[in-house]
């Protein structure tokens, strides 16, 4: 199922769930989503869809919905807020402003099953929900970190891409990517650190939008000409193919010869495509369709008075230039 398809779905079952319109005979299992417009969060909600199809028979529906623009964060709280007030059977939720999710959680007091997926609350919050299922995103950050110093051993300056401030997964990954490279716990930013200097106006904050994204990244290129190393926490600009091979033809001499490297998260066919072209040198891919898929199921266990592991993380897929993996095709 397209983009535009799964947008236009999410959109028309909240509107239906709010008129009771929706699978009058289902009980409804949420998959909150930070925004319909981000392409990794199609693939989950294709995951959601899928589940849908294959418990066809179940007293149980799957619903994938999120805001339309992942910006909308006071968006995203509201629909979760509206699905407690409506009294659905589970929620999984991926927060994009972790605090103001805690916030409402706390004072709404939501007496089903709550899990976080793809994002997870902050560690002083994690009561609120049930488990987290997702990316171990710190180890990300560990992984993109790893690949920045084997392609650079010699270290250089850096700038680090991140999405909405209050997302805590995307902190988590730059914790784990700054920690390693300084072979110590809680570093706020690389100042010749081990070799890494974090470039001045760096890190830079795409709010999950694309063309900003690829805005943000253009521009860093032109202030910091002898950049060594561009890291996409998340893979927004690289979820825009245009514009990012527009950014990347600029500096594709660079990248050939790597004076400047790349490294992105998520493997996404666009970014499988732009590793192969010789766009990127890194891929660390998540798996938002596993996400989707299973997280009815967890919702599931835990109404029914089981337990699950917490956290319970999926794995995460590799893409080096010497072993591309699932991009090599």
Request: hydrophobic share 40%; glycine share 10%; with cysteine.
């Amino acid at each position: 199922m397209r983009k535009t398809t799964l947008m236009l779905v999410g959109a028309a079952m909240v509107a239906g769930l709010a008129s009771g319109a929706v699978a009058a005979d289902k009980k409804i299992l949420a998959v909150v989503v930070k925004g319909l417009d981000n392409p990794f969060f199609t693939v989950m909600g294709q995951g959601c869809a899928d589940w849908n199809a294959a418990h066809a028979d179940s007293e149980y529906e799957c619903l994938y919905t999120g805001p339309a623009l992942s910006s909308d964060e006071a968006g995203e709280v509201q629909i979760v807020q509206d699905l407690i007030s409506r009294g659905v059977a589970g929620i999984a939720i991926s927060p994009s402003n972790a605090p103001a999710m805690a916030n409402m959680l706390r004072a709404a007091n939501p007496q089903m099953p709550i899990i976080t997926v793809d994002a997870d609350l902050l560690p002083e919050d994690k009561a609120l929900r049930r488990t987290y299922f997702g990316t171990n995103n710190y180890d990300m950050g560990v992984g993109m970190a790893k690949e920045a110093m084997k392609l650079r051993p010699a270290g250089g300056s850096v700038c680090l891409q991140l999405g909405n401030v209050a997302a805590a997964n995307i902190n988590e990954r730059a914790a784990g990517f700054r920690d390693t490279i300084a072979g110590a716990k809680g570093v706020d930013r690389l100042d010749n650190t081990n070799g890494w200097t974090e470039a001045a106006g760096c890190p830079v904050f795409t709010n999950d939008d694309i063309p900003t994204a690829n805005q943000q990244m253009a521009d860093v290129f032109t202030a910091n000409p002898d950049l060594d190393a561009f890291v996409l926490v998340g893979g927004w600009a690289q979820f825009g193919p245009q514009a990012y091979a527009q950014n990347t033809d600029q500096v594709m001499d660079k990248l050939k010869s790597k004076d400047l490297i790349i490294i992105a998260g998520d493997t996404l066919p666009p970014q499988t495509q732009a590793f192969r072209e010789g766009r990127s040198h890194f891929q660390i891919g998540q798996r938002p369709y596993q996400m989707g898929n299973e997280a009815p199921d967890i919702l599931i266990t835990l109404i029914g008075g089981g337990s699950v592991d917490d956290p319970k993380f999926t794995g995460l897929d590799l893409c080096t230039i010497e072993e591309p993996g699932i991009c090599a095709n």
